[in-house]
């Protein structure tokens, strides 16, 4: 898939600024992953470091293909990440680009991961041309699975799938997954 290379520098909401990643963010993005509410719907926690790597990663994605995964501040305060993402696992619907979001504790329930999404897909479908975007998640994850709804995203059920990267029998293998097309 090749993809605008054109990267916005930042993107304003009414109450939040979608920002490329600082060395700053590592130390509450770390903390973020680290807990164990927050991160319910993955297989584990991250260690620092692979709170550290994964930030380099997400970066990285902005240089590869013109989008990614925003950090995300509310009153100046980094809350966590919004934004679009290539996954690097195999499925039927792969290649695609995928929508996700992972924020804070103390940032839930405010209409925040909606908030930055939308801003999200409209970069996305605007600045960086893409015509379909898809989002899943663990079946049991109904927070994120309203996060989609609220966009306009629409499931199939006959889509759903077990992801690769978890194993038979696995309580988060069963995933869900919702599509947007640009309208």
């Not at 079946?139 to 709804?149: E, K």
Request: proline content about 5%; aromatic content about 10%.
């Amino acid at each position: 898939m090749h993809y605008r290379r054109r990267v916005a520098i930042s993107i304003g909401t009414e109450r939040l600024v979608l920002r490329r990643w600082r060395e700053e963010d590592k130390e509450p993005f770390a903390a973020l992953n680290a807990d164990p509410v927050v991160m319910e719907h993955f297989p584990a926690t991250l260690s620092r470091e692979e709170s550290d790597a994964l930030a380099e990663r997400i970066d990285a994605g902005f240089d590869a293909h013109g989008f990614g995964l925003w950090a995300v501040e509310a009153d100046g305060e980094f809350i966590g990440f919004t934004g679009l993402s290539v996954p690097r696992f195999t499925a039927r619907f792969t290649p695609c680009v995928e929508i996700g979001w992972r924020l804070a504790r103390s940032a839930w329930g405010r209409g925040y991961a909606t908030e930055a999404a939308r801003a999200s897909l409209e970069d996305g479908f605007g600045r960086a041309g893409l015509t379909e975007v898809v989002s899943f998640t663990a079946v049991p994850n109904v927070r994120s699975q309203a996060v989609m709804r609220r966009l306009g995203m629409t499931r199939d059920p006959a889509e759903d799938f077990d992801h690769p990267a978890l194993p038979e029998g696995h309580p988060l293998r069963r995933h869900v997954l919702y599509r947007i097309r640009r309208q």
